[in-house]
């Protein structure tokens, strides 16, 4: 059955409208090359009247000054509104990015859901400080919100990660501009008429989509922008915090990770594989907290890797519109070339490839999308390329190692820092490793369990800052202090 194709507007002060010039760019499916959306491509113009349109709204709209009580009852109302349309938004990230829709509807809306409604519980638990002065002054203090946030959200999980920027944008206070990745904009499209419904007023949610040479340099640059939420790559990061600079714009980044999963060898295999298999190929190995460096103690390496071998080509690659699909393809040419020019690279290198590196055998429906087979490399040198950069498809690389001195040199030699995995039995050696694993997050026995109270961010070129919990709100508001003459 042929999908139609739908046309999507910019979504600017409470209403879609065409770009100024009236263009258009395609949106395919990565499993089909069907084209499945024509979206309106925002100019310069466009992103200029969006933000002008964010700061009326914060400054003579009633979002920043109605009560937290009724910010946050909207707000459980914008989820409440996610979770009636779960079929619909999973459906749109689906055929966006190439993801097996059944998890995508089961997990990723459900937890966008969450991160609207943890936020809006989370805003009227705050309160602020007081610092009495002896008997002479009092100062207290109060958080309000920063002004207008520009949120550039990734193309990996584009729905959720866009509302884990938007909730504690909202619920303090503020006014969003959205540029969601132009490769997969059809979901977070939807954000604007959700909040509508939701009672949030017109202009306080606009979202436009298009380059980010045009939307991103525009948003990070313009004066009335006072604050910028990104996810992506490292490389773009440095971009955007050099445009900020000039307006000193405050800037928090999620950026790229190259996690090391380490496999000691007094682990639990009938959990470190298939956790390992599902931190190294989970969408498609799309993910920047891929456990995609796997060090194993040598002394079991042969038998997990035998283990792991067989979990992995027991994955079902296909149309992920089915029922039973585990794995669909890359997001796009781009990218599957990006991924597969790796494959070159592990070659040239001298690693030995255990399974993968070819495209599946597929039906003819989905013969032509970028799918890739789950790809397993051995490599003896952590220092190549393979083991150091950020691949970010269905890649992985087994590296053994035989001390935990060995193990930690290995997992802090990169200029990454986003998360890390341990594997172990052992309370003391758990403890030793978590540690001093340079990272933001570590797993131990498990992956990709998140707290929506606890800081999330990276170190070294990881990103700057942490969102989560009072992390997130002390980004999206600006405390002020008060002092009171008491006589």
Same mark, same amino acid.
């Given at each position: 059955?042929?999908t139609?194709?739908?046309?999507i507007g910019?979504?600017?002060?409470?209403?879609?409208?065409p770009?100024?010039?009236n263009e258009?760019?395609?949106?395919?499916?990565?499993?089909t090359?069907?084209?499945?959306?024509?979206?309106s491509?925002?100019?310069?113009?466009?992103?200029?009247?969006?933000?002008?349109?964010?700061?009326?709204?914060?400054?003579?709209?009633?979002?920043?000054k109605?009560?937290?009580?009724?910010?946050?009852?909207?707000?459980?109302?914008?989820?409440?509104?996610?979770?009636?349309?779960?079929?619909?938004i999973?459906?749109?990230?689906?055929?966006?990015?190439?993801?097996?829709y059944?998890s995508?509807?089961?997990?990723e809306?459900a937890? #966008? !859901? +969450?991160? &609207?409604?943890?936020?809006a %519980?989370?805003v009227?638990?705050?309160? =602020?400080e007081?610092?009495?002065m002896?008997?002479?002054?009092i100062n207290?203090?109060r958080?309000?919100?920063?002004?207008?946030?520009?949120?550039?959200?990734?193309?990996?999980?584009?729905?959720?990660?866009t509302?884990?920027?938007?909730g504690?944008?909202?619920?303090?206070?503020?006014?969003?501009?959205?540029?969601?990745?132009?490769?997969?904009p059809?979901?977070?499209?939807?954000?604007?008429e959700?909040?509508k419904?939701a009672g949030?007023?017109?202009?306080?949610?606009?979202?436009?989509?298009g380059?980010?040479?045009?939307?991103?340099?525009?948003l990070?640059?313009?004066?009335e922008v006072d604050?910028i939420?990104?996810?992506?790559s490292?490389?773009?990061?440095?971009?955007i915090l050099?445009?900020?600079?000039?307006?000193?714009?405050?800037?928090?980044?999620?950026?790229?990770?190259? #996690? !090391? +999963?380490? &496999?000691?060898?007094?682990? %639990?295999?009938?959990?470190?594989?298939p =956790?390992?298999?599902?931190?190294?190929?989970?969408?498609s190995?799309?993910?920047?907290l891929?456990?995609?460096r796997i060090?194993?103690?040598?002394?079991?390496?042969d038998?997990?890797?035998?283990?792991?071998?067989?979990a992995?080509?027991d994955?079902?690659?296909?149309?992920?519109?089915?029922?039973?699909?585990d794995?669909?393809?890359?997001?796009?040419?781009?990218?599957?070339?990006?991924?597969?020019s790796y494959?070159d690279v592990?070659?040239?290198?001298?690693a030995?490839l255990?399974?993968?590196g070819?495209?599946?055998?597929?039906?003819?429906h989905?013969?032509n999308?970028y799918?890739?087979?789950?790809t397993?490399?051995?490599?003896n040198?952590?220092?190549s390329?393979i083991?150091?950069e950020e691949?970010?498809?269905p890649?992985?690389?087994?590296?053994?190692?035989d001390?935990e001195?060995? !193990?930690?040199? &290995?997992?802090?030699d990169?200029e990454?820092?986003?998360?890390?995995?341990?594997w172990?039995e052992?309370?003391?050696?758990a403890?030793?490793?978590?540690?001093?694993?340079?990272?933001?997050t570590?797993?131990?026995?498990?992956?990709?369990v998140?707290d929506?109270?606890?800081?999330?961010g990276?170190?070294?070129?990881?990103?700057?800052?942490r969102?989560g919990?009072?992390?997130?709100?002390?980004?999206?508001?600006?405390?002020?202090?008060?002092?009171m003459?008491?006589?």
């Open positions: 059955m042929k139609e194709v739908k046309e910019l979504y600017i002060n409470g209403e879609y409208v770009s100024s010039d258009t760019f395609n949106v395919t499916n990565p499993a090359q069907e084209l499945i959306a024509r979206v491509e925002a100019t310069v113009e466009d992103v200029e009247r969006a933000c002008q349109v964010a700061r009326e709204a914060f400054e003579i709209g009633p979002w920043r109605i009560t937290v009580q009724e910010r946050s009852a909207k707000l459980r109302k914008m989820a409440d509104i996610i979770l009636e349309r779960k079929e619909d999973a459906r749109y990230d689906a055929m966006d990015v190439g993801k097996p059944e995508t509807v089961a997990h809306v937890r #966008a !859901a +969450n991160n &609207i409604r943890f936020f %519980d989370f009227e638990e705050q309160g =602020g007081t610092y009495p002896r008997e002479a002054y207290f203090t958080y309000e919100p920063v002004g207008v946030a520009a949120l550039i959200t990734p193309w990996n999980v584009p729905f959720m990660l509302t884990w920027k938007l504690p944008c909202l619920a303090a206070g503020n006014t969003a501009v959205i540029k969601p990745a132009e490769s997969t059809l979901s977070v499209s939807l954000l604007g959700i909040a419904e949030i007023p017109d202009g306080v949610v606009n979202v436009v989509q380059q980010g040479a045009t939307v991103g340099n525009t990070t640059t313009h004066p604050l939420s990104f996810t992506g490292t490389t773009t990061g440095k971009s050099k445009s900020g600079a000039d307006t000193l714009k405050k800037v928090s980044f999620e950026l790229g990770g190259k #996690a !090391a +999963n380490i &496999i000691f060898d007094d682990a %639990d295999l009938e959990k470190a594989v =956790g390992s298999i599902r931190a190294a190929f989970m969408n190995g799309q993910v920047c891929a456990g995609s060090l194993v103690q040598r002394s079991i390496f038998n997990f890797l035998e283990k792991f071998k067989k992995a080509m994955l079902k690659v296909g149309d992920p519109q089915e029922k039973g699909i794995m669909g393809p890359l997001v796009s040419k781009v990218h599957y070339n990006k991924v597969t494959l592990a070659k040239e290198e001298g030995t255990v399974c993968g070819k495209r599946p055998v597929l039906p003819d989905v013969k999308g799918y890739l087979e789950p397993i490399y051995v490599h040198n952590p220092k390329r083991c150091q691949i970010f498809g890649v992985v690389t087994l590296i053994p190692f001390t001195e060995e !193990a930690l040199q &290995i997992a802090n990169t990454y820092g986003l998360n890390g995995v341990v172990t052992n309370l003391q050696r403890h030793r490793i978590s540690y001093n694993v340079r990272a933001g570590i797993w131990v026995n498990c992956w990709f998140r929506l109270r606890a800081p999330f990276g170190f070294k070129k990881s990103g700057i800052g969102e919990g009072q992390h997130s709100m002390e980004f999206f508001t600006e405390v002020k202090n008060i002092c003459a008491l006589n």
